[in-house]
């Protein structure tokens, strides 16, 4: 018999999600089975595998140690894929504000948010070496739920990220993030006395393969085979000196290079960015300057366990 304790990082998760992280090669049917077989139970009970699991629960499982092992096992999540060696080397990151829930990190630029090459790392495998040099998470807990990264920064925009640290910080967030209830301010510097004062719509097609975003003012004018998405971008110059614009930028809708793209096409691109203005490479620029500074929160009733964060407004 094997013994699992349900707690903060992983709680508020249906159980049967919960033993498919513990046994991800098992099938669902193979699961159900022993659930009505009381080869699982949950809190010494007869358990139905749709119940949601509190800190403190206890989920006993009644099988060999073979059966176990091989039910256990995986590929997709290894505790040797040097999420320590990784925090120790990567360097510029800094937490800038934690909760028990997630914590916001200050990715700079060049660090990809997530890897796009299983060999190589990204700010998310920082986050979880972050998480366990600080003993929040262990072996087994990373076995039972994964933190993340939550909004994503290009590779050259640095800035604000949010990271989970628990099962329930991810859910809360992800939702949060999706309905826009948190709102994400940008900092820019563009080329030009900017004119550009309000909201801006417009719609957006990326090209997937030459990973580039075209804007486009009306749906008429993009080609017929062309998926799009409608993006919003607020606008707010804050200062005009020698020939650049300072801005900020509410990001409304998050779309692929959405801020990028949008000013390109606005006739304000961004300085130093290679990928959107043919005259960048004589700026002598680096990375495009672009800088996710500050994240708003909702106002939140004060009945609820994250009232603390009530219009909380993080910056760097």
Request: include cysteine.
């Amino acid at each position: 018999m094997k013994e699992f304790i349900v707690n903060k990082t992983n709680e508020n998760q249906r159980l049967d999600k919960y033993l498919k992280r513990i046994m991800p090669s098992a099938s669902n049917a193979f699961l159900y089975k022993m659930l009505r077989k009381k080869n699982i139970e949950l809190n010494s009970k007869r358990a139905l595998g749709k119940e949601i699991l509190k800190n403190g629960d206890s989920i006993k499982v009644f099988l060999s140690d073979e059966t176990f092992l091989k039910m256990s096992q995986t590929d997709k999540c290894s505790f040797d894929d040097g999420y320590l060696d990784i925090y120790k080397k990567v360097k510029g990151v800094e937490v800038i504000f934690e909760h028990s829930d997630f914590f916001v990190c200050y990715k700079p630029e060049g660090l990809l948010s997530q890897k796009d090459d299983k060999n190589g790392y990204s700010l998310n495998e920082w986050c979880i070496g972050y998480l366990l040099s600080t003993h929040f998470i262990d072996e087994k807990s990373l076995s039972e739920f994964k933190p993340s990264v939550l909004n994503r920064l290009d590779r050259n925009t640095r800035g604000l990220v949010i990271c989970s640290k628990t099962l329930k910080g991810s859910q809360r967030l992800s939702s949060m993030i999706a309905k826009r209830d948190i709102k994400k301010y940008y900092l820019t510097s563009v080329n030009g006395d900017c004119n550009l004062s309000g909201i801006y719509k417009a719609y957006l097609s990326k090209d997937e393969k030459k990973n580039v975003s075209h804007i486009y003012d009306d749906i008429e004018s993009i080609p017929e085979d062309a998926k799009y998405s409608p993006i919003t971008t607020g606008i707010e110059k804050l200062s005009y000196k020698d020939g650049i614009s300072e801005l900020e930028i509410d990001l409304i809708t998050g779309k692929s290079h959405q801020i990028r793209a949008h000013l390109a096409h606005l006739g304000y691109p961004i300085v130093g960015d290679v990928k959107y203005d043919k005259n960048a490479k004589d700026s002598g620029k680096k990375f495009q300057d672009l800088k996710a500074y500050k994240i708003v929160f909702p106002e939140l009733d004060e009945n609820d366990e994250w009232y603390s964060l009530s219009k909380k407004i993080i910056k760097c």
